[in-house]
């Protein structure tokens, strides 16, 4: 999924936006311009919750994001993530999916949604 271009492919888009860890960082990311990994988990993990109803264990979260979305996400060139501080930054590529990303979030749950606005207008 790494890019060398300056445009996201978009079949790597989708395979972005498919998995709900991506696209939930992607949407705090975005709105907040930077964040941290131990603000990142506690929201995925209420937007987990409100999502299926299900509380998932923060480590598994956290290990989730580390090992997998986060890494997908920096080396399709839409975030800068600093594994030693947790810091999380979006990069200028991730503004190619801003459009995208709003239309999707209308598809979300009603209540993932309310947790995901309360999460961006806390800042």
Request: net charge negative.
């Amino acid at each position: 999924m790494s890019q060398t271009t300056a445009e996201i492919d978009l079949d790597d888009a989708f395979l972005i936006l498919a998995a709900h860890y991506r696209r939930w960082t992607l949407y705090a990311m975005l709105s907040r311009d930077v964040g941290r990994l131990d603000e990142l988990v506690p929201l995925i993990g209420l937007l987990s919750e409100a999502a299926g109803g299900e509380r998932i264990d923060e480590t598994r979260i956290t290990i989730q994001l580390q090992q997998i979305h986060l890494p997908k996400l920096a080396d399709a060139g839409l975030i800068e993530y600093d594994h030693r501080s947790g810091d999380i930054t979006p990069a200028k590529k991730a503004d190619e999916l801003r459009e995208q990303l709003a239309i999707v979030e209308r598809w979300e749950e009603p209540t993932v949604r309310a947790e995901i606005l309360r999460f961006t207008d806390a800042d």
